[in-house]
């Protein structure tokens, strides 16, 4: 099992930049595929991007590619998110997510794929 905490949050001007960090507990993170969610209120959830477990396949939804990073240190067993220009459309709760990987190369963009998440940490853009 994993227990994820997420950081890094937080209030900024349109086209600024923010560092979300996902923080993992448990030996065999670098096995688990992450992801980057979020939600937005009255929308659905949605992955933002996502990572296999050796950091040679990723995800982009098409509306942050270009300005959005992600990595992942599994000597940290930590995954960030780079995120820069930043559009008030960005707005929303983020939230980091687990599962362990069949593969090595395997990343996953659906919410029911994944079967642990962190509390989320709340990003806002202003305009």
């Known amino acids: 099992q994993v227990q994820l905490v997420e950081s890094g949050g937080g209030l900024v001007q349109a086209g600024g930049s923010l560092r979300l960090s996902c923080a993992a507990s448990?030996?065999?993170?670098?096995?688990?595929?992450m992801g980057w969610f979020r939600q937005a209120p009255g929308k659905e959830r949605e992955c933002v991007a996502a990572i296999s477990w050796s950091g040679n396949s990723i995800y982009y939804r098409d509306s942050v590619k270009g300005r959005f990073t992600i990595s992942r240190d599994n000597a940290k067993n930590t995954m960030y998110l780079q995120m820069n220009s930043l559009k008030p459309e960005d707005t929303a709760v983020y939230y980091c997510a687990a599962v362990v990987s069949k593969d090595r190369s395997s990343y996953y963009a659906m919410v029911y794929e994944y079967d642990y998440w962190g509390q989320g940490t709340q990003v806002t853009v202003s305009s």
């Open positions: 448990g030996r065999t993170f670098s096995t688990y595929a």
